[in-house]
């Protein structure tokens, strides 16, 4: 089968801006678009440019744009490509600047990840107890006792300690395309698998203090691109969504996102209806929305300000008896 | 130019693990790596852990068991310290917050490995490796380590008998730098790529072990190259040993569990050069599929197959087309893991002082003739971390030694030369040659006469090399130019396994020639020690194998 591999290339030592590059070449049945890659840097254009390493989707290496979507390189076949666009068009991943070809700088990624504190915290070092012990002749170890259930939140198919730090959800994150500040799905991701660690230990719950300022996990607007174009089924978005529940249950409530979702939940608790105007005070108190003045008094002219008073709703008891009810199943 | 108490060359599990030891003790340790940490091919391993847990297992039983896989070929005082310190370093692992697999007791669960006689691998999924490096590296953070990742490492500078510091390369720049230390780890890893269909990276190419031979280092038992029972046919991708402690079938074209012939009792879980031999044997013999055999699991039911064998489903799936809930998978041997690698001693100090060495890019030598799944992960651990603690002794009353300035001179001069070669040659397609090359000839059956045609190919292949062209100029992130410098490393590399291998005249464990089929412990019960002469030639000597506990035996499963 004769198929297309067309690239981006970005060489800043000699070219002036990026163009795209044709290869034709000859594929082979389960052929990767890695594999089409490495056929032509060795057999035709040695320059060129990717990353890779394992070939077998484990250590994130060869993360790029395939078709448009970010993916790994060999995990991908040739023949689906080919078949779904008729052409590999392959360019770098998005949200992080080129290096060069299909090579990107990653130090903003991983130093957000860094940033999250990625370890145990609170671990004392070297207590009696835990010192480390050969074992002579005839000895035994024992060894400290974790129920299967303490890691039910991490472990299994598609959970976050499976994630391999490739960038691709980074690369589609929606929020990170405006704000460049945002930690992002990966790291966030990396940010709950430490706090649902039954062994961590982080008392003042300084993590999710952090986490909870500006470009944090409020930040998240909930697009999913991340669930979606993660390639080992991880779902980074819903470990932001339990991030945000245990912020709210553990009282850390001082950001924007937080006190949002508390309105939101008070309005409805009261009147059963979104009260836009004081959901909006209550996230951003009555000064911030003095900041705001000019949005609201042009949506006021467009007739989009909603009225302040709002009816109760018929059904307010099963309302009230809704939010008991999950009061309840929270102690 | 830089300079560090001790530079660690490698950040897979070997190098991670000796990098917290000296960290957690505040020594100004640094990490040079080829590429970011995470994507070390450590993070690869699928299968397991070992180490003696259950009450009903010992550690002196694990001593064993690796002391007959080795072929006994392995040194028994090291092993002994493998298997006694296993359990401690897996629950230290444990402590900085690697998670393992759970049994209902809560303990860590452990599944069946080839040639143990006790279930003793410790497991997440199929993915061990992956949360360990993982793990690990996230600790490496914690301490707060200056990471020079994407440096490439392309000589070692030694100065009146004493390691002084590295020469590297900046893979981002293109501009080569020296780092004088006090000590300097290799934890280079591997060099799969020395053959086709293997189950390695890309990257790894022996690069750390050659670098040593060059720097007058020697290099022991590299003829011993461990080809992997079960890879993807196509790709030779692996497909974990733990699908067979899970109670995968080996089945040939008649549809027939083959293993009864060659290790009755142990069946699929013998150790590693047996099922691999029988496997070629039935390929050879006519009773293949297509150049393969098949790996069955679809017995084990899907959910069993979801929840333990998850990546190796998805692997099936997409490198081989395969679902392995429905239909067998093709699998044929791979070449694996390197037994040799730099010699050290029990605490990671090779023969030259200032310098050691660790994980698979060293050889203790832990596993001998043959290694057992699931003790390569340990070996890099313990002996990672038995190399920092040394580390950490050793620098402290020592001055930095003098840095051989003209090193950084003679590598630029070899990638100047290389940038602007005129030649005719690719190293892409040399290196094509020289992988299947090794394959049909050093491979899982070896004979003299075959191996000597491996060694004419490999001095063909170093004259055309002088001929290798770049299509890369650039400075910038020049990948051309550090496959051209790989691909001299495994060509050296290939000539000492190649010309080992003519040279051990005898069977044992991975080592398999069906001109000496047997194993012959008068005459070869003995370490082999290789070197590059002044003239750049191959020489080989022997240092004896220590043995403590358990007298040579037959080998049989
Ligand atoms: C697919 C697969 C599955 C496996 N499964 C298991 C298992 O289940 N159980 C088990 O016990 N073992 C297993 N093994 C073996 C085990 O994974 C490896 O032996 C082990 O991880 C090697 O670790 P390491 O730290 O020595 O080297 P690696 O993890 O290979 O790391 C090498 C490091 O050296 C660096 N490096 C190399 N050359 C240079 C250079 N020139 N300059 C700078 N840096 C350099 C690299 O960047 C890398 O960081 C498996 C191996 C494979 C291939
Ligand atoms: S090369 Fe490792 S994920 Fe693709």
Known sequence: ?331 | MLKHDVVIVGAGLAGLRACVELRKNGIDAIIVSKVYPTRSHSGAAQGGVNAAFDKDDSWESHFFDTVKGSDYLGDQDAIEILTSEAPANILDLQKMGVIFNRNDEGGIAQRPFGGQSFPRSCYYADAVGHMMLHGLFDNVLKYKTKILYEYFVTGLSVNNGRVTGVVTYDIKTGKFEGIAAKAVLFATGGYGQVYSSNTNALINTGDGMAVALRAGVPLMDMEFVQFHPTTLKSTGILVTEGARGEGAYLLNSLGVRFMSKYAPKAMELASRDIVARAEQTEINEGRGVDGAILLDVRHLGKERIMERLPQILQLSIDFEGVNPIYEPIPIRPGAHYSMGGIKTDNDGKTLVEGFYSAGESACVSVHGANRLGGNSLLDTVVFGRRAGISIAKYIKDIDYGDFDGSLVKRDEEIFERLRNSKGNERHGLLKTELQEDMRKNVGVFRERSLMENAIKKIEELKERSKNIALDDKSKLFNTDIIEAFEFNNILLIAEVIARGAVLRKESRGAHYRNDFPERDDENWLKHTLARLNGKGKVEFNFTPVKITKFKPQPRTY
């Open chain 1, 1 to 331: 089968m004769e198929f297309t591999v067309r690239s981006y290339r970005f060489n800043p030592e000699v070219d002036k801006q990026p163009y795209y590059k044709d290869y034709i070449l000859n594929g082979f049945p389960s052929m990767t678009v890695l594999n089409a890659l490495m056929k032509i840097k060795s057999e035709t254009d040695g320059s060129l440019t990717f990353r890779r390493s394992c070939r077998s989707a484990i250590c994130g290496s060869c993360a790029m744009k395939i078709n448009g979507i970010s993916k790994l390189a060999c995990k991908t076949q040739v023949n689906s490509e080919i078949t779904k666009f008729g052409i590999i068009k392959v360019e770098p991943l998005g949200n992080l600047p080129v290096v060069r070809d299909l090579v990107v700088e990653q130090e903003s990624f991983f130093g957000k990840i860094n940033e999250i504190k990625p370890y145990l915290l609170g671990i004392r070092e070297n207590s009696p107890d835990e010192k480390f012990h050969v074992l002579k002749d005839g000895e035994k170890i024992t060894q400290p006792v974790f129920h299967k259930s303490e890691f039910k939140a991490l472990t299994g198919n598609n959970d976050t300690p499976n994630c391999i730090l490739c960038e691709c959800c980074f690369s589609e994150c929606g929020t990170e395309v405006v704000n460049k500040k945002y930690l992002g799905p990966a790291a966030l991701a990396k940010l709950y698998r430490y706090i649902e660690d039954p062994r961590d230990n982080d008392r003042d719950g300084s993590r999710l203090v952090n986490a909870s300022k500006p470009n944090g996990i409020w930040d998240c607007v909930h697009c999913q691109a991340c669930e979606q174009f993660c390639p080992k089924s991880i779902s980074p978005v819903k470990s932001i969504v339990k991030l945000h529940e245990k912020a709210i249950k553990n009282s850390i409530t001082f950001s924007k996102g937080a006190k949002h979702i508390i309105g939101i939940a008070n309005s409805i608790n009261k009147t059963g209806r979104l009260n836009e105007v004081k959901v909006a005070i209550d996230t951003v108190g009555l000064l911030g929305l003095m900041n705001d003045l000019p949005v609201v008094f042009r949506a006021s002219l467009k007739g989009k300000i909603p009225s302040l008073k709002l009816k109760l709703i018929k059904d307010m008891d099963d309302i009230r008896l809704a939010f008991k009810e999950l009061d309840r199943e929270e102690e």
